[in-house]
């Protein structure tokens, strides 16, 4: 496996219960935190899709030009980076799972990216933080710009069956009737009547494709049209709202409304496309069985993976993970955010439970590029799985992961 340095981080300078759950603040007394498994979403990057795309032709307003190549960590996202990961270093130290000023031995750690650039440098940002001085080596095991098949969520099926089932599963028509509101909320922001696609034409109708299903194996379950078109822009309007607030012509358009209204698209997108049980297991199979080999490395205190939103997605959709609402942030897999899975031990009985959490910074705290402490954390969810028993605390039996990670591990798709 190859281990990457901080050169790439040295060269670029929010269920069932929709409650809040905060992140503990004092120690459990009679549980013990044993073990966690941490995955991380990439932090703050540029569009992915190039200025010269057809973005430009579907508004008249100009979008932000970015310093860094398309896709790639921003500077403020490797910054906000390193404080997530000083906050996670305090959090674990004051649950005892690490102590202060004291390294973890190699073994312990494992730090695991995907090898895109924006995913290597969150890890490197995320390491520095959490780990000063430690040596702890990140690892990625395929070349930069390649995607590691752990966090790669294409189709590895080929049968007709499969691909039947997973049409059947994806109510496409449906969700295009239901962001009609949705859609024409966003029109109307990025002024999509006086976009260069209308000019010279007496009716343009914005997002009236229904689009197409495509599902192919060795690719990421696609959609054409609306929805597709829809998500690219709000996820564009996004990074824009993060890293550059003050000077978006089209952000000044939008109300808190407004954007609840259009982040639907994107939220829905997800959901759709890669949320649902059974595509979601298939999707996410090769992250179930590193999760499990993970949890049960007896040597491993400490594993934290850096992927993508869609593998987030697909892991909580396999899993069971009801429905959940993230506040203070528009996107229900935020950038930077990360999902704990914290394996605690009951002293009374030496029973394993696993407390889950989203663990993310709100729209405030990545805008303010704000520092995150044990005093002002970040924003925190606990999550709640189906067909789990629950202790008082609302911990799954470790045993009920163990059997949903199987589950997944070994369903057959063909």
């Not at 028509?173 to 990025?190: D, P, R, S």
């Not at 997002?207 to 829809?230: A, D, H, M, N, Q």
């Not at 007896?298 to 993508?308: C, D, E, N, P, Y």
Request: with cysteine.
């Amino acid at each position: 496996m190859k281990k990457s340095c901080l050169l790439l981080l040295c060269a670029m300078s929010f269920l069932s219960n929709y409650a809040v759950s905060a992140v503990y603040t004092t120690p459990m007394t009679d549980y013990q935190l044993e073990k966690i498994f941490i995955f991380s979403r990439h932090g703050v990057r540029t569009p992915i899709i190039k200025s010269d795309s057809q973005l430009t032709q579907v508004t008249p307003y100009q979008w932000t030009a970015w310093q860094e190549a398309p896709g790639e960590l921003m500077s403020k996202g490797a910054d906000l980076e390193v404080k997530f990961g000083r906050y996670i270093r305090d959090y674990l130290n004051q649950q005892g799972l690490t102590k202060i000023n004291q390294c973890l031995p190699p073994e312990q750690v494992l730090i695991y990216t995907n090898s895109l650039q924006r995913t290597l440098a969150t890890g490197q940002a995320l390491t520095l933080g959490l780990f000063p001085g430690c040596g702890i080596q990140l690892v990625n095991n395929v070349a930069l710009g390649t995607m590691d098949p752990v966090f790669n969520p294409i189709v590895r099926n080929d049968s007709q069956t499969f691909k039947q089932e997973a049409i059947s599963r994806i109510p496409l028509k449906q969700t295009h009737q239901k962001l009609q509101t949705a859609y024409q909320v966003l029109g109307e922001v990025i002024d999509y009547a006086q976009s260069p696609h209308c000019q010279g034409k007496t009716d343009c109708a914005f997002f009236s494709k229904e689009g197409t299903l495509k599902i192919e194996k060795g690719k990421e379950v696609g959609v054409s049209g609306s929805l597709r078109l829809g998500k690219t822009i709000v996820d564009n309007l996004l990074i824009e709202l993060y890293a550059n607030p003050l000077s978006s012509k089209i952000l000044s358009r939008l109300t808190s409304e407004k954007w609840e209204i259009i982040n639907q698209i994107k939220n829905e997108y997800f959901t759709v496309l890669r949320g649902e049980k059974f595509i979601a297991s298939h999707l996410a199979q090769s992250l179930a069985t590193f999760m499990q080999q993970e949890l049960n490395n007896s040597q491993r205190t400490m594993s934290l993976l850096v992927g993508h939103d869609t593998n987030i997605i697909t892991l909580l959709g396999a899993l069971g993970v009801k429905s959940y609402r993230l506040p203070n942030q528009y996107e229900s897999t935020p950038i930077g955010g990360k999902v704990f899975f914290e394996i605690w031990r009951d002293k009374k009985n030496n029973a394993k439970w696993v407390n889950t959490q989203y663990v993310y910074q709100s729209i405030e705290q990545i805008q303010q590029d704000q520092a995150l402490t044990l005093t002002t954390p970040p924003q925190s969810v606990q999550l709640h799985f189906e067909q789990c028993k629950e202790n008082e605390l609302g911990f799954c039996a470790y045993s009920d992961i163990e059997t949903k990670l199987t589950e997944i591990i070994n369903q057959s798709f063909d």
